[in-house]
């Protein structure tokens, strides 16, 4: 499933003592989805790397109480009374048999020996697949058949608009749009390999360095050759800022590109500086200016970003012409 509903079905099971297990390959957002339904919801998050982990390190020490062997257990999981939250378990299936085996109680009964997980914290886990080429340990049966699984995908959109919300580089974003196979792809032998996570890890750098030039011989070692490369050449072709305010000073007579990458460019850069008004003023008009496929772009990732755009004239026209292309 796609992030934005994985979030919907991981929020609505909030409250329910069945723990989650979130499957997909590394770098597309499997923990900070996590993350972020916990900050949207004001509950803390404990993430525990279930791979650093040793069999005894849930169940505690032992110590002498009344000539009697008490468990003590570990300072990290919640103590009773502690208010509601998520327990993060990452990496689970990266965690050898042994530390697997240590949290079949905690997963089901929620508690190990003597520690018993306080009401209202919810388990939820994640990990890679066997065939991410990533370091995994099968996951016994009776580990797994405790979790209800959730399979994660990239998913181009929903990235799209996590990308404009996080201040990722435009040139990035309007990249991926025009190749939107190179979101993620599968390492091969390759060390580094194209993912959201490189992608967010490139716009970065790219942003330390001042500029795409300044650091292109660093890139191939973000998100591999291939996909540096053809990034490279994307940007060397795109609309230079002088170009792009000359079309917002006249959007309605300024030379606009005709090239798809030239489109993706453009109005992922007008989404990009939604603050400015003359973009705003500016984006309305171009609407009706680039092709219909582009302006629906716009116009949706507008109204997300600025919902007083619907009251644009040159909005309620565009939607007027093209109510059918919308609407689908």
Not at 116 to 130: E, K
Not at 278 to 294: G, T, W
């Amino acid at each position: 499933m796609k992030p934005s509903r994985l979030t919907t079905v991981l929020t609505s099971m909030l409250g329910q003592r069945w723990p989650a297990f979130i499957w997909g390959p590394p770098g597309i957002g499997k923990s900070a989805i996590v993350h972020t339904i916990a900050k949207n919801e004001g509950l803390p998050v404990i993430d525990l790397r279930a791979s650093l982990l040793d069999p005894t390190d849930l169940r505690g020490i032992p110590a002498i109480v009344d000539s009697q062997a008490v468990w003590c257990p570990p300072a990290f999981l919640p103590k009773e009374g502690t208010p509601p939250g998520v327990l993060f378990l990452d990496e689970i299936n990266a965690a050898p048999p042994l530390v697997q085996a240590s949290l079949y109680q905690l997963v089901l009964d929620r508690r190990v020996g003597e520690y018993v997980l306080p009401d209202g914290w919810w388990i939820v886990a994640a990990g890679n697949r066997q065939k991410d080429r990533a370091v995994t340990f099968r996951m016994s049966s009776a580990l797994s058949n405790r979790f209800v699984h959730l399979d994660l995908d990239v998913d181009i959109s929903d990235w799209r608009v996590w990308a404009l919300s996080k201040n990722i580089d435009p040139l990035v974003v309007a990249f991926i749009g025009y190749r939107p196979a190179l979101l993620r792809e599968d390492p091969g032998e390759s060390s580094a390999f194209p993912t959201p996570r490189s992608w967010e890890i490139l716009s970065d750098v790219m942003k330390k360095f001042g500029g795409h030039n300044a650091c292109a011989d660093i890139l191939p070692g973000i998100v591999g050759l291939g996909a540096a490369t053809e990034f490279g050449t994307f940007v060397k072709r795109a609309l230079n800022m002088k170009e792009m305010e000359e079309i917002i000073s006249d959007p309605k007579n300024a030379k606009i590109p005709k090239s798809l990458d030239g489109l993706h460019v453009l109005t992922t850069w007008l989404v990009h500086s939604h603050d400015r008004d003359d973009v705003i003023e500016a984006s309305a008009v171009l609407l009706n200016r680039i092709p219909p496929e582009f302006a629906v772009v716009l116009s949706k990732e507008m109204i997300g970003v600025s919902p007083t755009f619907t009251r644009n004239d040159g909005y309620k026209n565009f939607v007027k012409k093209n109510a059918n292309i919308i609407a689908a």
